[in-house]
């Protein structure tokens, strides 16, 4: 199977330099089920079960498994944003729009307990935002400007469609929420699940 590449302008790549690695690190979207398998292959390998306490401290971890059967369904929606070094995928942040939720359990009933939050004197659910699935950075490419990449990336693919971005990150991944105020997330609620305590997080790009 081959998904489609999509038609994307030349300004949404991004590439970062470096004199470290064989290939240069570059944001795009993803666009073959070969990424795709790589992103599964990386999920997998930052799942929290699968960690050492001790990295899970330092380094942060993943939460929700994403397999490949569930990545092709959610890339019918919206294409994901990755970032590669030559062939190799360096990270990704997954794009999953509110209506993705027909195809992903966990995101439904993230969304049972986000939308009704209030937000800049409405409703979360009554604003235009879409919902970052997952970030990951593989081991060897953190700390090399990834994740801000992938984030600016998404907000030139994404912002003319949507005011804001929202997502919950576990209240344990201390690193993630370093990182995330760092991009410029507001917290707006922490709510429990079956999983533990999340904070919900906003990027609002408004006037911004």
Not at 117 to 126: A, C, I, Q, S, V
Not at 170 to 181: A, D, G, I, P
Request: proline content about 6%; charged content about 25%.
């Amino acid at each position: 199977m081959r998904i489609p590449k999509p038609a994307l302008p030349k300004k949404n790549y991004f590439r970062f330099p470096t004199f470290f690695m064989a290939h240069p690190l570059v944001a795009t979207s993803v666009t073959s089920s070969e990424e795709l398998l790589r992103i599964e292959a990386l999920n997998a390998e930052n799942l929290k079960p699968g960690l050492p306490a001790e990295e899970i401290a330092r380094q942060g971890f993943l939460t929700w498994r994403y397999d490949f059967n569930l990545l092709q369904q959610l890339h019918a929606y919206a294409p994901s944003v990755i970032c590669k070094s030559g062939p190799e995928v360096a990270g990704y942040a997954l794009t999953t729009p509110r209506e993705s939720a027909a195809v992903h359990r966990e995101l439904s009933l993230m969304l049972d307990k986000i939308n009704d939050l209030p937000y800049d004197g409405r409703p979360l659910r009554e604003h235009s935002y879409y919902v970052m699935g997952q970030l990951c950075v593989a081991k060897p490419y953190r700390g090399r400007s990834v994740v801000e990449m992938m984030y600016a990336l998404h907000r030139d693919l994404y912002s003319s469609r949507f005011d804001m971005m929202v997502l919950t990150i576990s209240t344990e991944n201390t690193r993630s929420v370093r990182v995330h105020e760092r991009i410029g997330f507001t917290d707006i609620h922490v709510y429990n699940d079956h999983f533990g305590a999340w904070k919900v997080c906003v990027w609002d790009w408004r006037g911004r």
